[in-house]
């Protein structure tokens, strides 16, 4: 069935075929005209047959039978059995002709979900289908619908796949099909299915024989990438984040609607049920009850893993200098679910102070454009250590003692797992392989700090794993982006794993003052990053420079709410789409996007999947339909029409006809300064 | 002539004209009757056999027949003389000796069929199965297909089945992850090197290599290639002693007997696993090949004797037979089994070759030997299974053994004994009588009970229950208790394989007219001698020279015409020595074209090689004709009809 060459075909296979199709298409006239006049007699019907004999994939007539079945079964004296019976007897010869017909498959389906027909004939129907290829998806597929109906136990069929897997473990269907089977055992704990980590354990001793016979044959590699997943991913999500952290002081913003401070949650997977009742924030000055919290990126209503708000405080003290304590929890109510349905695995509590400051002081005018030059930042007179400038790490109050117990069996399968691939991998060069021991070092490096509840990531393979993407980059050129995306990951990983280790990214500009978390800039130019991660530890961060990485996507940026300056020049961006994250980014002074790669494609691909002009959005701006400039830069304008820069560097792009500058200026009135 | 005198128990054959006779029923004998009579020149065929039974070496025997046969005949009553034909006495030689034939307890059923020619099974993928498919002869045959295929680790006294391919490796609970990976690795491998792709392939230089070297560097753990080796290569002889090994198996043989294991492997979805074995016993096969050779025509007589050659008197050319009933019948050729022996002047009376004659060794003293053994037993070795193949490698059961034993035990459902018993062959190849049962004794000792002791004090050395501890060891009470055994030894008649432009077969009339130390002899033609104007250095291709214990390996055959039809043969062996024969052209092809003796049993486990030596005869018989010649498709069977394991 499978690895057979096409081969050219032969002129009596083409005066065949020829044949074929003429027959095919007076069988197909004649069926639709029977089919536009809603004819369901005999004649019909068997016309229908025979086309589908010869083309089962004929949706259309699939669809005509099952007007028929219907028709035939209205009438007073039907026999559903027999006229069912027929049904599947065409299904049968179709798929004899292609077992892997769609439509017929489908129609099999239609049929047995009426009731009439017996079970027992489609198992045994199945298994000549399974032998004659046991790798065809659509038999596994049905075979799952049929034990259903049968009521067949899963414990049961998860027996079959073993038995096909040991015929032959190359069997990408065996192995998805043993997935689900598993997953739903153990999701509602059936016996012999708990604990988890018995069957997990004795799942990847199974996985390790496929893997370690042929590690060529990528079915078990998948199967074990499944298990590996399995095994790290927690159910509940936690509340791995937020703004403000934990013990830190801050102070409300001065904005035209008086004193603001903006609250950031930041989960450990999406969440929904994120609302006042949920979320309880208790503070003597601000009113509370009535906060909205919104997801972010805004459209993800089904869920997300950031969500915002907005505390108003009532009116300007500016003599108050007293820390007024704020506190914010969650967990009480079940509302607060994982898009899997799993509520939070904790209570979460943060507590911290407001302190209000002099006006004067909090907002400086920016009296001229930043340059983001290194000479510019300067590492001396910083005593960010001492000052709670970066939140510490860790700081969420949460009780880790179960978690840590629960966790003693991952850790120990990681490092088995390690073990073992160690093992393979110096017997042989595998990229597979290697790509496995990465996501197990560097899920082992991020558990450690799940169970052990240390202030810091201990990342004591990070370094290793770096090695390993970095490898799998020269030997893998075809996957090159990924192994990219992973490294960037794993290196975000490590330089915000500890305070120590992010302070030396962290930087003065000029002679700004150094008292104020406003004057820390994080710079992470030149790490050669294709992608953002971490957020979570950066939702602080203020201004942040990602010059010269390898960036194609904002995405994740919109959670740091607080960016105030950022320098994005020398990525590879490459549309306005993919700026769209900024939109968010409600305090954006200053923005570089210089050289990067926008405009250069005339048509933009990513805006199939943001908004365009033919969406609603566009009707929400009636009055711009007129003006030609806004037409021609329609994406730019989603994105600027939102924020209030002051700054803004986009030299350096395709996009720099004259006409540009002036609509950006149109855009943004606030704009001091563009290059 | 003289008139056949007419014999109550031997009526008289007619006509008295054939083109072919042949004398004995073994089972190259009852395939060349077959070709020969599906030739599409068609021949006249008289096929005889001194016994009441069909197979001669290669029967399936009851114990009450099995003794007499194995024992030596009597001598062949003087010929009558003729006045037309000189008559040369035939005489019988047995190629088997027995060394212990106890009769059958009285307690056991005496319906059971033995293998004469001891454990031997098809695999799926042999040519052998194709011949049958071909020859059409697998209509009268049914197969059974063996279950198991084990090896025997003798350290711990247990079984270790063998992985047929990379799915039964992943099985396997017996091996570690790293040894599964390498030895999945090296099926890889060597699918890769099978599918031709030239980058894939294994180097011409490491396919020369002892595989038993090619298998260590490429990294297997010993226990996987003593598994490769003798379990699935089935190699006999001890392959890790490179200096003191008669028959190092190279790569790419192994590589070639390892394809053939792979491909027999799931080719008839009926059958798991890669070997068959055919219902009521090997004796089928050559019943059924003389069955085809009777359809097509061939006059069958059993219970025959020949008591003597014709000779014509002038030239001394074979003319035909005497049988025992004094019939004279005279014939074009003639084939033996081989344990008739051709008559010293008959083959060789051409004038050219007289001088060698004389020197002619009739003696017999083969070199090469195979000691079997037939068991019986009422449980199965492996409880799980019925049907099963053992090899015992080199080592497992003492230090010297120098060769591998194989056992196959087939049940009742093979019908060769009532159900509930179970047979079990076993064989070695060995030096001499001595070797052999000491070896297989040994190998008795390690699988069976002895039925009196009880427990297996007799040897503690080798007793397995001393350190059992996995679920394979053989205990002392799963060991089957031995309810009857028989030993005895066979004598190997090599066929000399010169594989060349053609194929040549050296005739008993060669003569060994020198050899000496020079090294120079060996390739190119020697120089000092002039009279030698080397006409072809061939490739050999030699199993074993047999008779001469001293011969390595050899090196090269030179052919040189010397004149006058006559030319010599010389074989420069490892070392430096080089052997000559001389012969004429016209013995040579009278002798191979006239009279031939069919090889003999073999130690090996499958029939390729007796089922190609019997085709190469067959092309040098009937040089313009083609071996079972493809049927015209009306009674084609599917594949799958020919083995019914059910």
């Known amino acids: 069935m499978h690895g057979r060459p096409r081969k050219p075909s032969k002129p009596e296979d083409e005066v065949a075929s020829a044949a074929k199709a003429s027959k095919l298409r007076s069988l197909q006239s004649q069926f639709l005209h029977f089919h536009h006049n809603h004819i369901y007699e005999k004649e019909s019907i068997e016309v229908s047959a025979k086309l589908l004999e010869m083309n089962p994939e004929y949706y259309t007539a699939w669809n005509f039978r099952k007007l028929a079945v219907d028709h035939l079964l209205a009438q007073p004296l039907a026999d559903p059995p027999s006229i069912l019976n027929e049904e599947l007897r065409v299904a049968e010869s179709a798929l004899r002709q292609n077992f892997k017909s769609y439509g017929a498959w489908h129609h099999r389906k239609w049929v047995l979900s009426k009731g009439h027909s017996p079970v027992d004939l489609e198992l045994r129907l199945l298994d000549k289908f399974q032998k004659a290829d046991p790798r065809n998806f659509h038999a596994w597929n049905y075979r799952r619908y049929v034990a259903a109906l049968k009521n067949i136990a899963e414990e049961d069929e998860l027996k079959y796949t073993t038995n096909m897997i040991e015929k032959n473990f190359s069997n990408y269907s065996a192995w998805h099909s043993r997935s689900i089977l598993l997953s739903n055992l153990l999701k509602r704990k059936a016996k012999g299915f708990y604990p988890k980590e018995k069957i997990l354990a004795d799942e990847f001793e199974l996985v390790h024989q496929a893997i370690f016979t042929d590690p060529d044959d990528q079915s078990g590699w998948f199967y074990h990438l499944w298990l590996l997943e399995q095994t790290v991913k927690e159910e509940s999500p936690w509340l791995s984040s937020s703004w403000p952290a934990s013990g830190s002081t801050v102070s409300p913003m001065h904005t035209a609607d008086g004193n603001t401070l903006l609250l950031v949650l930041y989960f450990s997977q999406p969440v929904r049920g994120v609302n006042s009742s949920s979320v309880i924030v208790t503070t003597e000055l601000a009113e509370s009850k009535a906060l909205t919290w919104r997801p972010l990126p805004l459209n993800n209503s089904d869920g997300a893993r950031s969500w915002v708000a907005l505390l108003k405080f009532p009116s300007l003290q500016s003599d108050d200098s007293t ?21 939070l695995s904790n209570d979460f509590q943060t507590k911290f102070v407001v302190r209000f400051q002099q006006p004067d002081i909090q907002h400086v005018e920016e009296q001229e454009p930043i340059m983001w030059e290194d000479s510019n930042f300067k590492k001396d007179e ?56 990465a996501k197990l070092l560097m899920a082992l490096d991020t558990m450690f700090f799940e169970s052990s509840g240390s202030k810091s990531y201990k ?10 993407y970095s490898e799998l980059m020269k030997m893998d050129p075809p996957h090159f982006h990924y192994y990219k995306e992973q490294h960037s990951l794993a290196l975000l990983e490590q330089i915000t794993s500890s305070k120590d280790r992010l302070l030396r990214y962290c930087w003065c500009y000029k002679n700004s003052g150094t008292n104020d978390r406003s004057a820390v800039w994080v710079r992470l130019n030149n790490q050669s990053l294709s992608q953002i991660g971490c957020i979570e530890r950066l939702l ?48 954006l002074k200053v923005l570089n996007i210089s050289n990067n790669k926008i405009g250069q494609h005339t048509i933009d691909t990513t805006r199939y999947l943001c908004p365009s002009p033919l969406s609603n959005d566009w009707k929400s701006h009636p009055s711009s339909v007129h003006d030609p400039q806004l037409l021609k830069y329609f994406d730019a304008f989603l994105i600027f029409r939102d924020l209030t820069l002051t700054q803004l560097n986009i030299s350096g792009n395709p996009v720099r006809e004259p006409d540009f500058a002036c609509f950006i200026r149109k855009v943004i009135p606030t704009l001091k300064w563009l290059e | 002539m003289s008139n056949p005198p007419s014999h109550p128990e031997h009526p008289p054959i007619d006509p008295t004209n054939f083109d072919l006779i042949l004398i004995g029923t073994s089972l190259p004998s009852s395939i060349l009757a077959a070709a020969a009579a599906s030739a599409s020149v068609s021949k006249t065929i008289l096929h005889l056999d001194p016994n009441p039974f069909y197979g001669s070496l290669f029967s399936t025997l009851s114990p009450s027949h099995l003794s007499p046969y194995l024992s030596p005949p009597p001598p062949p009553s003087p010929p009558s003389p003729s006045t037309d034909y000189s008559a040369v006495p035939l005489f019988h030689r047995s190629l088997t000796t027995p060394i212990s034939l106890p009769p059958l307890p009285p307690h056991l059923p005496h319906n059971l069929a033995l293998d004469v020619s001891g454990p031997r099974v098809l695999f799926c993928a042999d040519s052998a199965i194709d011949l049958l498919l071909r020859s059409q002869v697998s209509h009268y045959l049914e197969f059974k297909a063996v279950d198991q295929n084990l090896i025997y680790d003798g350290e711990r006294g247990s079984f270790i089945a063998v992985p047929d391919s990379k799915f039964a490796v992943f099985k396997d609970k017996g091996f570690s992850l790293t040894e599964k990976n390498k030895l999945g690795g090296f099926f890889k491998l060597v699918n890769a090197h099978l599918s031709g792709d030239a980058n894939l392939c294994i180097s011409d230089d490491d396919l ?6 090619f298998l260590t560097n490429f990294g297997l753990p010993k226990r996987i290639i003593g598994i490769i080796l003798y379990a699935i290569a089935l190699a006999d002889y001890d392959q890790d002693n490179t200096e003191d090994c008669n028959n190092l198996l190279k790569t790419r043989d192994g590589i070639d007997r390892l394809a053939l294991y792979h491909s027999s492997v799931g080719r008839f979805p009926n059958a798991h696993g890669a070997m068959l074995y055919p219902m009521y016993g090997q004796g089928e096969l050559p019943q059924a090949f003389c069955r085809r050779a009777a359809v097509k025509g061939s006059i069958y007589v059993l219970r025959m004797p020949v008591a003597a050659l014709l000779t014509d008197k002038d030239t001394g050319h074979y003319r035909g037979v005497r049988l025992a009933s004094g019939q004279d019948i005279f014939s074009q050729k003639l084939i033996m089994d ?16 007289s001088e060698t004659t004389s020197n002619h060794s009739c003696s017999r003293d083969f070199e090469k030997k195979v000691a079997r053994a037939i068991c019986i037993t009422k449980t199965s070795l492996k409880s799980d299974s019925s049907n099963l193949l053992i090899v015992l490698p080199p080592r497992s059961l003492y230090s010297e053994q120098a060769t591998s034993v194989q056992a196959l035990q087939m049940s009742g459902n093979t019908a060769i004994c009532p159900v509930g018993m179970f047979v079990v062959h076993l064989s070695t190849l060995c030096n001499d009588a001595n070797q052999g049962e000491r070896l297989l004794t040994a190998a008795i000792d390690a699988l069976f009970r002895q039925p009196n002791s009880g427990s297996a004090n007799d040897d503690p050395g080798e007793s397995p229950s001393k350190n059992s501890d996995g679920p394979n060891v053989v205990q002392e009470e799963q060991r089957p208790v031995l309810e009857w055994r028989a030993l005895y030894i066979q004598d190997i008649t090599e066929t000399r394989r010169v594989s060349a432009n053609e194929s040549l077969c050296f005739p008993y009339s060669s003569k060994l007219i020198r050899s000496w130390s020079h090294p120079e002899t060996i390739t190119p033609a020697p120089k000092q001698h002039h009279r030698f104007e080397p006409m072809k250095t061939l490739e050999v291709q030699v199993r074993g020279l047999g008779g001469w214990d001293w011969v390595e390996s050899p090196a090269a055959l030179v052919i040189s015409g010397l004149g006058g039809g006559h030319f010599r043969v010389g074989v420069g062996l490892r070392g430096g020595e080089c052997l000559f024969w001389e012969w004429s052209w016209a013995g040579l092809v009278e002798s191979v074209h006239t009279i031939c003796t069919t090889p003999s049993p073999d130690g090996n486990l499958g029939y ?35 083995v019914d394991p059910e």
């Not at chain 2, 019997?614 to 020919?642: I, K």
Request: negative net charge; charged residues 25%; proline residues 6%.
């Open chain 1, 323 to 343: 820390a007024h304590p704020v506190e914010v929890n969650l967990g009480y109510s079940a509302e607060i679910v994982s898009l899997g349905g799993s509520p």
């Open chain 1, 382 to 437: 910083m005593n960010f250590e001492e000052s709670d400038l970066i939140p510490s790490f860790n700081q969420l109050q949460i009780n880790k003692d179960q978690e840590g117990v629960a966790s003693k069996w991952k850790v120990d399968i990681l490092n088995d797992e390690v073990l073992l691939f160690r093992e393979l991998l110096s017997a042989m060069d595998c990229k597979i392989g290697k790509l496995t021991l």
């Open chain 1, 459 to 468: 990342m004591v393979y990070v370094e290793e794993v770096l090695g390993l």
């Open chain 1, 540 to 587: 602080w961060v203020q201004n942040l420079d990602l010059s010269h990485n390898e960036l194609g996507s904002l995405e994740g940026l919109e959670a740091l709410q607080l960016i105030e300056r950022i320098n994005l020049s020398n990525n590879k961006l490459k549309g306005f789409t993919s700026l769209a994250p900024l939109r968010h980014l409600k305090l």
């Open chain 2, 208 to 213: 020369e290599t002892p595989f038993f070297e």
């Open chain 2, 338 to 353: 081989p344990d008739l022996v051709v008559p010293r002047d008959l083959a060789l009376s051409t004038p050219a070759n």
């Open chain 2, 608 to 642: 390729n090689d007796l089922f190609d030596a019997t085709e190469r005869m067959f092309r040098q018989m009937y040089p313009g004709e083609v071996f079972f010649p493809e049927q015209a498709a009306p009674e084609d069977n599917e594949d799958g009809e020919a």
